[in-house]
């Protein structure tokens, strides 16, 4: 129960308590005016403190979003970016590499191979490609640098760990074998002979099949393995008749030796033509000739390209939890068991130094766009197109043709061949354009994404507006009601103050 004060003074304290507040009604105002905010607090809100509350926080999440979805974007510029330069960069070495390129030079490199070394250093800088500390092909280790440098790729750490070149040179001697790609060329009276090693490896030349188009000569092949041929001159083959021997190479293509049977005394290349003798004994003799002479011309040339595409796509397809196989060696021109990892980590370069997981290499690096959706931004530079034209573009770095070796161009063909292929990206191999597509519809989600959250939280923002702020015409109509009242009151008060019991009779 409240009692209120009659006596003298009750008045001017009542009056004085209104006074003050007033003022401090009139100072939010003020505030308001200023800050354009309604209260200072949530609790000043009153009844709409919940809804003002539950947009802040829906406004929040928005931004979150947002926030996730620019820097992404940002990186998935970068990446496009880089990816579609490494395309361009292939096409271009692609085209470079066509046949009948070859032109000596005093380095022993063309001009397709010095412009193909200049393309896989950039390569690597655009896999390195670094923003804000995380580096963008490295999959979910963003803190670790994705790629060895160019010189220690292809020359090693110079602390024990072998290089590309290194692993090209094994896997050279290890397919060359003696100088005919693992095979021995024999025979004695009209038969020529050719066989596999007795132990089964996968170095070298493999038979794959023999025909002849004389009615003299007859072949036998059994396929093994080991495999072996054996060609008959039963009766003597006219000129222009032929004897072709086919092979199997290491890097899973194809060659053929065709050998043409030319008159007695004419002069020809023992390499792809044998001289029909006196009787089916010479002429077997020089089929035999002629035999070692193509075998070792195609082990100098076809062969010795063939080498270096299992070794450098060994080599790239080396990884921190796998590194790349090798011969087993030295000796490895004798080499019989397969190439291994085993104890490479030790002794070789590992290329890719990032995050060799099994997953998809979209899904290393995500950002949440919506409360169900989360949109991969990732990328690994491991990645099969990568390791398929880094291959390449190593390949063409690394070789040599000297002006003075006769099979120069023959071997730089049987290269270039190779690398037109295979920077063609046919088949099954995942090429330039799959990467471009996957993180152009990632950069389509987050656009979309970003749009949608921008109209949302444009709409909340406008309905927060009307909740916690306030308009200058509203503040101002209030303060001016305000200053009314206050000066009526201060002039009633002060008029109340003056009065007496002698003026008030």
Same mark, same amino acid.
């Given at each position: 129960?409240?009692?209120?004060?009659?006596?003298?003074?009750?008045?001017?304290?009542?009056?004085?308590?209104?006074?003050?507040?007033?003022?401090?009604q009139f100072d939010d105002l003020q505030r308001q005016l200023a800050t354009k905010e309604r209260s200072t607090s949530y609790g000043g809100l009153g009844a709409d403190r919940t809804v003002s509350l539950d947009l802040n926080a829906k406004i929040t999440t928005l931004d979150s979003w947002l926030d996730g979805i620019?820097?992404?974007?940002?990186?998935?510029?970068?990446?496009?970016?880089?990816?579609?330069?490494?395309?361009?960069?292939?096409?271009?070495?692609?085209?470079?590499?066509?046949?009948?390129?070859?032109?000596?030079?005093?380095?022993?490199?063309?001009?397709?191979?010095?412009?193909?070394?200049?393309?896989?250093?950039?390569?690597?800088?655009?896999?390195?490609?670094?923003?804000?500390?995380?580096?963008?092909?490295?999959?979910?280790?963003?803190?670790?640098?994705?790629?060895?440098?160019?010189?220690?790729?292809?020359?090693?750490?110079?602390?024990?760990?072998?290089?590309?070149?290194?692993?090209?040179?094994?896997?050279?001697?290890?397919?060359?074998?003696?100088?005919?790609?693992?095979?021995?060329?024999?025979?004695?009276?009209?038969?020529?002979?050719?066989?596999?090693?007795?132990?089964?490896?996968?170095?070298?030349?493999?038979?794959?099949?023999?025909?002849?188009?004389?009615?003299?000569?007859?072949?036998?092949?059994?396929?093994?393995?080991?495999?072996?041929?054996?060609?008959?001159?039963?009766?003597?083959?006219?000129?222009?008749?032929t004897v072709t021997i086919g092979l199997n190479l290491p890097d899973g293509t194809t060659t053929t030796i065709k050998l043409t049977a030319r008159a007695t005394g004419s002069q020809g290349s023992d390499t792809n033509s044998f001289e029909i003798g006196a009787d089916t004994n010479a002429t077997a003799a020089n089929?035999?000739?002629?035999?070692?002479?193509?075998?070792?011309?195609?082990?100098?040339?076809?062969?010795?390209?063939?080498?270096?595409?299992?070794?450098?796509?060994?080599?790239?397809?080396?990884?921190?939890?796998?590194?790349?196989?090798?011969?087993?060696?030295?000796?490895?021109?004798?080499?019989?068991?397969?190439?291994?990892?085993?104890?490479?980590?030790?002794?070789?370069?590992?290329?890719?130094?990032?995050?060799?997981?099994?997953?998809?290499?979209?899904?290393?690096?995500?950002? #949440?766009?919506?409360?169900?959706?989360?949109?991969?931004?990732?990328?690994?530079?491991?990645?099969?197109?990568? #390791?398929?034209?880094?291959?390449?573009?190593?390949?063409?770095?690394?070789?040599?043709?000297?002006?003075?070796?006769?099979?120069?161009?023959?071997?730089?063909?049987?290269?270039?061949?190779?690398?037109?292929?295979?920077?063609?990206?046919?088949?099954?191999?995942?090429?330039?354009?799959?990467?471009?597509?996957?993180?152009?519809?990632?950069?389509?989600?987050?656009?979309?994404?970003?749009?949608?959250? #921008?109209?949302?939280?444009?709409?909340?923002?406008?309905?927060?507006?009307?909740? #916690?702020?306030?308009?200058?015409?509203?503040?101002?109509?209030?303060?001016?009601?305000?200053?009314?009242?206050?000066?009526a009151s201060y002039q009633v008060t002060s008029m109340l103050s003056k009065l007496t019991l002698t003026n008030y009779l």
């Amino acid at each position: 129960m409240t009692i209120n004060a009659y006596g003298t003074g009750a008045y001017r304290a009542a009056r004085t308590t209104d006074f003050v507040s007033q003022r401090a009604q009139f100072d939010d105002l003020q505030r308001q005016l200023a800050t354009k905010e309604r209260s200072t607090s949530y609790g000043g809100l009153g009844a709409d403190r919940t809804v003002s509350l539950d947009l802040n926080a829906k406004i929040t999440t928005l931004d979150s979003w947002l926030d996730g979805i620019q820097l992404s974007n940002t990186n998935l510029k970068l990446m496009s970016n880089a990816v579609s330069n490494f395309a361009t960069m292939t096409s271009e070495s692609r085209n470079d590499m066509r046949s009948n390129t070859y032109l000596a030079s005093s380095t022993g490199q063309t001009a397709p191979q010095v412009l193909a070394q200049e393309k896989f250093k950039q390569t690597l800088d655009l896999l390195n490609t670094n923003v804000n500390g995380r580096y963008l092909f490295s999959g979910k280790t963003s803190d670790v640098e994705p790629v060895a440098g160019f010189d220690e790729i292809m020359n090693g750490d110079g602390a024990g760990k072998a290089g590309l070149k290194q692993l090209i040179d094994e896997r050279r001697q290890a397919d060359l074998g003696s100088g005919l790609g693992r095979l021995t060329a024999g025979g004695a009276g009209t038969t020529a002979t050719i066989s596999e090693e007795a132990t089964v490896h996968p170095y070298g030349f493999k038979l794959a099949s023999a025909a002849t188009s004389s009615a003299g000569i007859t072949t036998t092949l059994n396929a093994g393995p080991p495999a072996d041929l054996s060609i008959n001159v039963a009766a003597q083959p006219a000129a222009g008749e032929t004897v072709t021997i086919g092979l199997n190479l290491p890097d899973g293509t194809t060659t053929t030796i065709k050998l043409t049977a030319r008159a007695t005394g004419s002069q020809g290349s023992d390499t792809n033509s044998f001289e029909i003798g006196a009787d089916t004994n010479a002429t077997a003799a020089n089929l035999r000739t002629a035999i070692s002479a193509a075998l070792g011309q195609e082990a100098k040339t076809t062969l010795s390209a063939a080498s270096s595409q299992v070794a450098a796509q060994d080599f790239f397809a080396g990884s921190p939890s796998n590194p790349p196989k090798r011969v087993p060696g030295p000796p490895f021109d004798t080499a019989t068991a397969p190439p291994t990892n085993a104890g490479a980590a030790a002794t070789t370069v590992i290329w890719y130094r990032g995050d060799d997981g099994s997953d998809p290499a979209r899904g290393t690096s995500t950002v #949440q766009v919506d409360q169900g959706q989360i949109v991969g931004t990732g990328a690994r530079a491991n990645e099969q197109t990568f #390791q398929v034209g880094l291959a390449q573009f190593a390949i063409m770095a690394a070789e040599t043709f000297p002006a003075d070796d006769p099979n120069s161009q023959p071997r730089y063909e049987a290269m270039a061949a190779r690398v037109s292929d295979k920077l063609g990206f046919g088949g099954t191999t995942q090429k330039p354009a799959e990467i471009i597509t996957e993180l152009g519809s990632a950069q389509t989600a987050l656009d979309r994404a970003k749009d949608r959250h #921008q109209s949302t939280k444009d709409y909340l923002t406008t309905t927060l507006s009307g909740v #916690q702020n306030v308009t200058t015409e509203e503040v101002a109509t209030q303060i001016l009601a305000l200053q009314t009242q206050l000066q009526a009151s201060y002039q009633v008060t002060s008029m109340l103050s003056k009065l007496t019991l002698t003026n008030y009779l």
